[in-house]
């Protein structure tokens, strides 16, 4: 199974700041790498997808990059209702496997 | 609007059995590779299967395998985890989830004596 490397584990940081959350995976996956948001007692949202391709709605403020093994969530401009946790996924094969997730905390 | 709906959670014995459902409206559950994700209390994210859109490929992980089997009505547009020989380790909120991109509330299933 492909091992996904998640940093960091938490963070904080204050509105208005840019964020950058990395995941690395064990094996190369070309682009197959999603990333999604997750708030207290709610299901994730999938905010990117193929690595760079922003979800319909999400807030231009989210990018994605990378590409292989090394990927990279920016958030630019922090708001307030980002506050959350993140985890990326791959889906290049089975099984499926989920970073380990950072929490974004206020600072 | 898309909804999916996860039912069937509840509180079970070591050793049991649940199954579990999610109903699909404003969305052709036939057209999409369906998945189920669960989450353990205060933990991430883990895949737990997977099934094509015409159920010829399906995938376990494998701390399930053997024990959960997943299936879809699409006539009913639905989809199904029976999950037999429950353990402690499997208690967590289900998700049924559409491709990645849509996501139930969520079931809680409990495994405890």
């Known amino acids: 199974a492909i091992q996904m490397t998640q940093s960091p584990s938490s963070l904080s940081a204050s509105v208005g700041d840019r964020v950058t959350i990395i995941c690395r995976t064990s094996q190369a996956i070309r682009y197959d790498l999603a990333w999604f948001q997750q708030k207290p007692g709610k299901a994730p949202k999938l905010l990117i997808y193929?690595?760079?391709t922003l979800q319909s709605g999400v807030p231009s403020r989210f990018s994605g990059s990378g590409s292989g093994t090394d990927f990279t969530l920016t958030i630019s401009g922090l708001q307030p209702e980002d506050f959350a946790t993140y985890y990326c996924l791959q889906d290049y094969n089975y099984p499926w496997t989920f970073g380990q997730g950072t929490k974004v905390e206020i600072k | 609007e898309v909804q999916l709906v996860e039912s069937g959670g509840g509180l079970v014995k070591p050793g049991g059995s649940l199954r579990l459902s999610c109903a699909a409206s404003?969305?052709?559950?036939?057209?999409?590779?369906m998945n189920w994700v669960r989450q353990a209390p205060g933990k991430g994210l883990e895949w737990v299967s997977s099934i094509s859109s015409s159920s010829i490929y399906i995938y376990y992980a494998d701390s399930v395998k053997g024990r959960f089997t997943i299936s879809r009505d699409n006539a009913k547009n639905s989809l199904f985890l029976q999950m037999n020989s429950l353990r402690a380790e499997d208690t967590a909120v289900y998700y049924c989830?559409?491709?990645?991109?849509?996501w139930g509330q969520g079931t809680l299933v409990t495994v405890s004596s």
């Open positions: 989830v559409g491709t990645i991109d849509y």
């Open positions: 404003g969305f052709t559950l036939s057209t999409y590779s």
């Open positions: 193929a690595a760079s």
